[in-house]
């Protein structure tokens, strides 16, 4: 897949052509089967605060989200979500002065249900004093064989306006997305789910801000102006039941396998445990890793001038462990007035990153670092 | 490519699984609860896959959908 001049998404025609056999064949299946339907989204309204501080930066904010059904088929939902920073991470200290920014993040969708049908559109606006995104996105989910299967296919289109901050330097980013998604149930307490997701951009995908080191010296980083990426991944879940319970616990495993033709290729592997603890109270466990190769045009520090450079650490190679913890207590389990539920949540993931040839220019070490990931939010089902 | 390769198997692996699997419906009590979700919490889902994706080269394929962020 591919941007080609016009801008367009292009699909290759030996992948067109290997695809047929394998539609043709999930259509057959299609047919003989009867279908259930697929239903709208919960109504609820979660109400969140966000706190994240590490190397250097802190990010704190609400956010919140909105959804609620209008007759039997369609559903309604809003979303605004800050992100209030305070940065003097390490590009910064080493480069620049600290700063501070807000951003904010406006999105409205609509859900309609349609026979065994879901589809779904949804606007998603973001700013900030010095980048500007839309984003349009289209899905659209498909239940098949009784319920059992869940096909889904997305698409989704972004514009980002990338500006630098006291200066009239503004450039554009077009970003493509599609997506395709199942989800299979197993047994009566294992659920499968795969999904690929392939991503076309084209623009300015540089910083402005950031600069690549030659010998020692800088000059600003220059990117390819456009960027493909493929993901897929692989995700299940398996429930336990007890004698006094259906089910008391659960554990929820995916990996997630990345490339793109910058030449950063990818694994994150995430691992988690949920259980009940009387019928109030949902406590979870996690761990994720994460590892990525360096792209093609990135180095610590250039022997020689090249035509494209890059010193993002986010492109550089190294991993990163993240343990977290999630305690939900549902302090209204049963209908009062137009509420069915409410809970009360608090999550804390740490996170450790590793660089391997991203070097920390004040102490000439491999950088590394952590960072404390904090929610705490209230969830209301109607 | 990894497009070619992959959606292939996966259709043709899931239309195989599917007609493994009975469960009837009576049997899906398990299923609805909210933790055999892939995402419970969408929002604080979303939350924390931003998290990542600013600080990280990999994006996409994940539960979540959100817009540009100014990630680079």
Known sequence: MAVTDSGSLSISEPAVATLWPALLAALGMLISYTATAVVLPDDRTDLLYHYYDGGGVTVRGPAMLVRKSAGDNVSVSGRYYVDTVSSASIDVVTTASPYKDKREEFGVGVDYLHGNSLMQASVTSSKENDYLADTLSLNVSHDLFGGLTSLNLGFSQGQDVVQRVDTSFESDINRYSFSLGVSQVLSKSLLLGVGYEGIAEEGYLSNPYRSARILGASLPEQYPGTRDSQAVSVRA?????????????????????????????????????????????????????????????????????????????????????????????????????????????????????????????????????????????????? | MIWTRFVPILLCAVTLLAGCAGVKSYEREMLADPIMSFSRDPLSDQYLEHVYEVREGARGATTTQGGGCGCN
């Open chain 1, 237 to 382: 879940v398996k429930g336990f039941s007890s004698d006094q319970r259906p089910i008391l616990s659960s554990v929820r495993a995916e990996y997630r396998y990345f490339r793109d033709n910058w030449g950063i290729r990818s694994n994150t592997l995430g691992v988690a445990l949920q259980r009940y603890f009387g019928n109030r109270v949902l406590g979870e466990a996690r761990y994720r890793y994460y590892q990525q190769s360096a792209a093609t045009f990135y180095s610590d520090n250039f022997t020689s001038e090249m035509t494209y450079m890059a010193r993002d650490k986010e492109l550089s190679t190294f991993h990163s462990h993240s343990l977290g913890a999630k305690v939900t207590w549902y302090f209204l389990d049963r209908k009062y007035l137009f509420l069915d539920r409410m809970s009360l949540n608090f999550s804390h993931d740490y996170v450790n990153f590793d660089y391997q040839d991203f070097t920390d220019v004040r102490t000439g070490e491999p950088y590394s670092f952590g960072a404390n990931v904090l929610q705490l939010y209230i969830s209301a089902w109607y």
